[in-house]
């Protein structure tokens, strides 16, 4: 098909991709297990997991397995139809949420907008007339995707630039801060909306106490809680929800990244007392909960509870930290704090995270930054204890040597 002996994928990129991200430092060509390769045949360990999203790793055995045979078998009808994948995905969902109905998209933002999408309906119930109850307060900080929806909701000046008249009603709480949201929920307040643990942010964490404050304002004024629960959901934490530590249940969750374990899906669980907002023909996606997409997220969930990867996590966890807080003693100066729950971790810098990540890289591992100063480590559920403990050994070669 191409003449890929004078092929410069670099040149490709910068002659005919979009630059709407900034120039990448590699081309990977392959993955197996916590590794990646480049081009060049240099391995990197894989902490940045596609930005939370290769929950099992690169081409693992029995995912590879369950896509191969979907795909000989079926791989897209749109929802004109059922099939088999979506019912059982849908069902195993809602066997981690609660009794209540799930909605297939194909990534975090689509996921969110539903959930933006539920509250507008369950406001215009409540009110019985369209546009009187339509706000949402979300937390400053925060980040809902790239959508007109998902912008709106994202309390970052830096991804709304550039972009205005974004879409009305959303206002900004500070995270742990009861009153401030409080304050912000009236009678026009449809929803509140956050993420479990703020990722893009620089990993910022819902207190227990926080959450259950949320759950108990929301009932008592009648709006929605939503939880976005794309990145630090599907086991991340050690728990299939981040939210489950505060012994709450929202109204609607929003889950993407690692539901797939590298194939684009994303999710919407609604519990059954607003499930019925929506109606046939007043949401919908082409794409949405292909068998192939399901037989990669059914897959996705049979190996994490098959291999007990939430117990692994929860296991390999407060030695890692130990680990890493160590770090921080033996490099005062650069590293100001280590922070996260499970395999979500952010390593706090006095410095830009950007050079540090390059350092990383050249040391031989991919991390992701966050929020300016903040390196996030998100390892695959697969990491084992010896791969967290490489993680930092490399963490601290590239601390004592940068350039
Ligand atoms: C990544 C992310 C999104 C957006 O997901 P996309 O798949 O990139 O659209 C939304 N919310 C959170 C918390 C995320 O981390």
Redesign the pocket.
Known sequence: MHDTHHENTEELYDQYVLRNYGKAPLTLVRGDGVYVWDDEGTRYLDFGSG??VSALGHAHPAWVAAVREQIHRLTHVSNLYRTRNQGRLAKTLAGKCGPGRVFFC???????EALIKLSRLHGNRKAGEEGKCYKVVTAEN??????FG?MSATGQEKIRKGYAPLVPGFSFGKLNDLESFERLVDEETSAVFL?SI???GGIHSCTPEFLKGIRELCDRKGVLMLL?????GMGRTGRFFAYEKAAIRPDAV?M??GLGSGF?I?AVWVHEDFADLFTPGSHGTTFGGTPLACAAGLATLYVIERDRLMENVRENTPGWMKELNAMKEAFPDTVLSVRGEGYMVGVQLATDAAPMVAALRRHGMLAVPASGNVIRLLPPLIAGKDDLSRSVEIFRAALADPE
């Open positions: 930005i939370a194909n990534s975090g933002a689509e996921a969110n925060g980040f809902h995707g790239r959508t998902g993420e703020q990722g893009e976005d629960e794309v990145q630090c929003g993407a990244k684009p994303g």
